[in-house]
């Protein structure tokens, strides 16, 4: 991320649908009051993969907010999460399967939504599981 140098910001997104990106920044500005508009924006998902699943949106909302704050975030974090248009941190699919794996690869800790919980024992990982309902709590816990 870095300041436009024109009259319009650039958005840039490989590997991710541009359209989301899009969204996630407006819900970022709306809701959050972080002002990307007049910053360019580029997102490459690394490796040359093209990545569908919605439940990245949490570690792009997460990036994004690192970039524009310049805290880096710990690379020992890992995140499981949709990012609704309200801010609200929406449930995924196979979250037990999500954190096995994350614990497997040695992540110390993983956010996910609040409304993943249910039937969900965290204690049956090494990994700490955070549970988050919206965007604003994200940025506390990792950036205050």
Do not use: H, W
């Not at 970039?67 to 929406?90: H, K, M, Q, W, Y």
């Not at 604003?136 to 816990?141: A, C, D, G, R």
């Amino acid at each position: 991320m870095s300041t436009a140098v024109y009259g319009t910001p650039q958005r840039s997104a490989t590997g991710f649908d541009l359209r989301r990106l899009s969204m996630l920044l407006a819900v970022l500005e709306k809701r959050c009051g972080f002002m990307f508009g007049q910053n360019d924006v580029f997102l490459n998902i690394a490796g040359g993969i093209k990545v569908d699943d919605p439940a990245i949106d949490l570690a792009i909302i997460s990036a994004l907010i690192s970039s524009l704050e310049d805290i880096a975030i710990p690379n020992n974090i890992c995140f499981a999460g949709e990012v609704g248009l309200s801010g609200e941190i929406r449930s995924v699919n196979r979250i037990e399967q999500r954190i096995q794996e994350a614990d497997r690869l040695g992540f110390e800790q993983i956010f996910i939504s609040k409304y993943n919980t249910k039937g969900l024992d965290p204690s049956r990982y090494k990994i700490n599981v955070v549970t988050i309902g919206k965007v604003e709590e994200l940025y506390k816990l990792l950036f205050e």
